[in-house]
Protein backbone atom coordinates (compact mmCIF):
# COMPACT_ATOMS: atom_id res chain seq x y z
CA UNK A 1 0.00 0.00 0.00
CA UNK A 2 1.56 3.12 -1.13
CA UNK A 3 -1.03 5.85 -0.43
CA UNK A 4 -4.40 5.68 1.34
CA UNK A 5 -7.46 8.06 1.70
CA UNK A 6 -11.10 7.75 3.67
CA UNK A 7 -13.44 10.02 3.79
CA UNK A 8 -11.69 12.60 1.73
CA UNK A 9 -8.54 12.70 3.97
CA UNK A 10 -5.07 10.89 3.23
CA UNK A 11 -4.38 8.68 6.11
CA UNK A 12 -1.37 6.33 6.88
CA UNK A 13 -2.69 3.36 5.63
CA UNK A 14 -1.24 1.39 8.75
CA UNK A 15 -4.09 3.09 10.90
CA UNK A 16 -6.67 1.41 8.40
CA UNK A 17 -5.51 -2.09 7.12
CA UNK A 18 -4.45 -4.83 8.83
CA UNK A 19 -2.70 -7.97 7.97
CA UNK A 20 -4.58 -10.91 7.53
CA UNK A 21 -4.75 -14.70 6.94
CA UNK A 22 -6.65 -15.71 3.23
CA UNK A 23 -6.28 -18.70 1.61
CA UNK A 24 -3.65 -17.46 -0.68
CA UNK A 25 -1.32 -16.38 1.97
CA UNK A 26 -0.95 -12.95 3.76
CA UNK A 27 -2.67 -9.69 2.54
CA UNK A 28 -3.91 -6.13 3.90
CA UNK A 29 -7.86 -5.62 4.44
CA UNK A 30 -9.63 -2.72 5.61
CA UNK A 31 -12.83 -2.56 8.39
CA UNK A 32 -11.67 -6.75 9.09
CA UNK A 33 -12.95 -7.95 12.43
CA UNK A 34 -11.24 -10.82 13.59
CA UNK A 35 -12.77 -14.01 14.36
CA UNK A 36 -9.32 -15.87 14.95
CA UNK A 37 -9.95 -17.41 18.57
CA UNK A 38 -7.02 -16.74 21.29
CA UNK A 39 -4.06 -18.69 20.36
CA UNK A 40 -0.13 -18.08 19.98
CA UNK A 41 -0.95 -17.63 15.65
CA UNK A 42 -4.09 -14.61 16.46
CA UNK A 43 -1.25 -12.98 18.98
CA UNK A 44 1.19 -13.12 16.15
CA UNK A 45 -0.75 -11.65 13.62
CA UNK A 46 -1.56 -9.09 16.11
CA UNK A 47 2.33 -8.27 17.07
CA UNK A 48 2.16 -7.98 12.97
CA UNK A 49 -0.03 -5.23 12.68
CA UNK A 50 1.43 -3.16 15.86
CA UNK A 51 -0.62 -4.16 18.40
CA UNK A 52 1.13 -4.06 22.00
CA UNK A 53 1.98 -7.27 23.68
CA UNK A 54 -0.20 -9.05 20.80
CA UNK A 55 -3.63 -7.72 22.45
CA UNK A 56 -6.31 -6.83 19.94
CA UNK A 57 -6.49 -3.53 19.78
CA UNK A 58 -9.43 -0.95 19.64
CA UNK A 59 -8.49 1.48 16.76
CA UNK A 60 -9.49 -1.20 14.14
CA UNK A 61 -12.77 -0.28 14.10
CA UNK A 62 -15.37 -0.93 10.91
CA UNK A 63 -15.56 2.34 9.70
CA UNK A 64 -18.89 3.87 7.64
CA UNK A 65 -18.29 5.37 4.47
CA UNK A 66 -20.15 8.98 4.01
CA UNK A 67 -21.97 9.74 0.45
CA UNK A 68 -19.61 11.00 -1.99
CA UNK A 69 -17.38 9.72 -4.80
CA UNK A 70 -14.59 11.44 -2.76
CA UNK A 71 -15.54 10.42 0.55
CA UNK A 72 -14.84 6.45 0.11
CA UNK A 73 -11.80 4.59 0.31
CA UNK A 74 -8.71 5.34 -2.08
CA UNK A 75 -5.47 3.35 -2.59
CA UNK A 76 -3.05 3.72 -4.44
CA UNK A 77 -1.06 0.07 -4.45
CA UNK A 78 2.51 -0.89 -5.88
CA UNK A 79 2.60 -4.80 -7.31
CA UNK A 80 6.02 -5.15 -6.07
CA UNK A 81 6.30 -7.20 -9.34
CA UNK A 82 10.25 -7.42 -9.25
CA UNK A 83 9.92 -8.94 -5.80
CA UNK A 84 7.88 -11.55 -6.00
CA UNK A 85 9.54 -14.81 -4.51
CA UNK A 86 8.45 -18.54 -4.42
CA UNK A 87 4.88 -19.23 -3.12
CA UNK A 88 4.07 -15.67 -3.26
CA UNK A 89 1.32 -16.01 -6.09
CA UNK A 90 -1.29 -18.68 -6.52
CA UNK A 91 -1.18 -18.72 -10.22
CA UNK A 92 1.28 -17.01 -12.82
CA UNK A 93 -0.43 -13.09 -13.75
CA UNK A 94 0.00 -9.82 -14.03
CA UNK A 95 -2.61 -8.86 -11.57
CA UNK A 96 -3.68 -7.47 -8.33
CA UNK A 97 -5.75 -9.51 -6.58
CA UNK A 98 -9.30 -8.06 -4.16
CA UNK A 99 -11.53 -9.47 -2.65
CA UNK A 100 -14.99 -8.01 -1.01
CA UNK A 101 -16.77 -9.64 2.36
CA UNK A 102 -18.12 -9.19 5.17
CA UNK A 103 -16.06 -7.63 8.29
CA UNK A 104 -15.71 -10.89 9.51
CA UNK A 105 -15.73 -13.26 6.66
CA UNK A 106 -12.98 -15.49 5.45
CA UNK A 107 -11.15 -13.83 2.59
CA UNK A 108 -11.41 -16.83 0.38
CA UNK A 109 -9.82 -15.38 -2.30
CA UNK A 110 -9.31 -18.27 -4.91
CA UNK A 111 -12.67 -18.61 -5.06
CA UNK A 112 -14.00 -15.34 -4.78
CA UNK A 113 -11.49 -12.64 -5.19
CA UNK A 114 -11.30 -10.75 -8.45
CA UNK A 115 -7.85 -9.24 -10.35
CA UNK A 116 -7.40 -5.54 -11.27
CA UNK A 117 -5.55 -4.70 -14.04
CA UNK A 118 -2.23 -2.99 -12.66
CA UNK A 119 -1.35 0.28 -14.16
CA UNK A 120 -5.23 1.61 -14.55
CA UNK A 121 -7.47 3.24 -12.03
CA UNK A 122 -10.47 1.02 -11.24
CA UNK A 123 -13.05 2.80 -9.67
CA UNK A 124 -15.52 0.37 -7.87
CA UNK A 125 -19.27 0.74 -5.71
CA UNK A 126 -20.24 -1.25 -3.34
CA UNK A 127 -23.91 -1.35 -1.73
CA UNK A 128 -24.99 -3.86 0.92
CA UNK A 129 -27.58 -5.56 1.67
CA UNK A 130 -28.86 -7.38 5.03
CA UNK A 131 -31.13 -10.79 4.91
CA UNK A 132 -31.64 -12.03 8.10
CA UNK A 133 -33.97 -15.27 8.39
CA UNK A 134 -36.68 -16.16 11.53
CA UNK A 135 -35.85 -19.25 12.98
Not at 106 to 112: E, G, K
Request: hydrophobic letters at 30%; glycine letters at 8%.
Amino acid sequence: LKKCSWSGKTVNCSTIFQTVPTDSGMCCAFNYVSTLRNSTYSELLNTMNGNINGKKSNDKKVRKAKLGKHNGLRIVLDQHSSKKSVGTLSKDYNALQFFVGGSTEFPLMRDRGFLLDPGKEHFIEISGISIKANP
